[in-house]
């Protein structure tokens, strides 16, 4: 018998995966325009901004949202 699997359009997917394909596909300058956060505008990398949406749960949502929205949606 098999597990059901998870509703949820992210399991399985961590956070680090999100914010590195979002900055392949779109840049850090696209990135900051789309979602207007200081870790995408200033400086940006991923390990600033995992520390910073980790911390910060209405820029994550945001965040898991564009990578929803760019390639979980044909």
């Not at 200081?38 to 564009?66: G, H, I, M, Y």
Request: aromatic share 10%.
């Amino acid at each position: 018998m098999t597990q059901p699997q998870s509703k949820d359009p992210l399991h399985g997917v961590t956070l680090e995966m999100i914010v590195t394909k979002l900055s392949e596909h779109y840049g850090w300058l696209e990135l900051g325009r789309i979602i207007e956060i200081r870790c995408f505008n200033f400086d940006p990398s991923v390990k600033s901004s995992l520390q910073f949406l980790r911390k910060t749960p209405w820029a994550r949502k945001k965040v898991e949202e564009l990578y929803i929205r760019t390639f979980m949606h044909p």
